[in-house]
C-alpha cells in the first residue's frame, strides 16, 4: 500500500493535527489546477503516508463516484511498478478504469483510479524516476 486518502474541509488545521498528534511530517504539498484540489502527502517516522486532500471548488458537489475531494470521503492507493500494465490486468478482468494513466509532475508520479462496485475510490501509484 502506499497511502491512504483523506478529503477535509480545512486543509491547514488537519495538517497540523496530524502534525502535533501523530508525529507526521510533510513530504509534499501542490496543487493541482486541473482537478481544482490542494494536496498535502504526509509520512510518519514508520513510512505510513496519509494524504490529504482538499476541493478549491467555489460550488458543491454533489455526491457522485469518482468525486475525491467531498471532507470525510477516502480512497487506498497502491504502489506499483507499472501503471500501465496495471491498467491492462485491469482491462482483461473487465474493470471499468475512472481515470486513465495520467503523469502527476508536481509529485513525479503517473497514476490510475478505478471503483470499486460501491464507489469506493482505489488509486494505483508509480513513482517516477528522477
Known amino acids: 500500500m502506499h ?3 483523506v478529503a477535509v474541509a480545512d ?3 488537519m495538517r497540523r493535527w496530524y502534525e502535533e498528534k501523530l508525529d507526521f511530517t ?3 504539498h501542490f496543487t493541482l489546477e486541473d482537478a481544482r484540489v490542494e494536496i498535502i502527502k504526509l509520512i510518519s517516522e514508520g513510512g505510513v ?3 490529504l486532500l482538499k476541493s ?3 460550488e458543491t458537489p454533489a455526491r457522485v463516484a ?3 475531494v467531498s471532507p470525510s470521503e477516502k480512497h ?3 504502489l506499483v511498478d507499472d501503471v500501465e500494465e496495471v491498467v491492462r490486468a485491469l482491462r482483461r478482468r473487465e474493470v471499468q478504469i475512472v481515470q486513465e494513466p495520467k503523469v ?3 509529485s513525479n508520479e503517473k497514476n490510475c483510479w478505478i471503483v470499486d462496485p460501491e464507489g469506493n475510490m482505489i488509486e494505483f501509484i508509480e513513482e517516477l524516476e528522477g
Open 56 to 58: 478549491l471548488r467555489t
Open 26 to 28: 510533510v513530504e509534499r
Open 76 to 78: 487506498l492507493c497502491f
Open 104 to 106: 502527476i509532475s508536481e
Open 49 to 51: 503516508r496519509v494524504e
Open 66 to 68: 469518482g468525486e475525491l
Open 11 to 13: 486543509l491547514e488545521a
Open 3 to 5: 497511502h491512504h486518502g
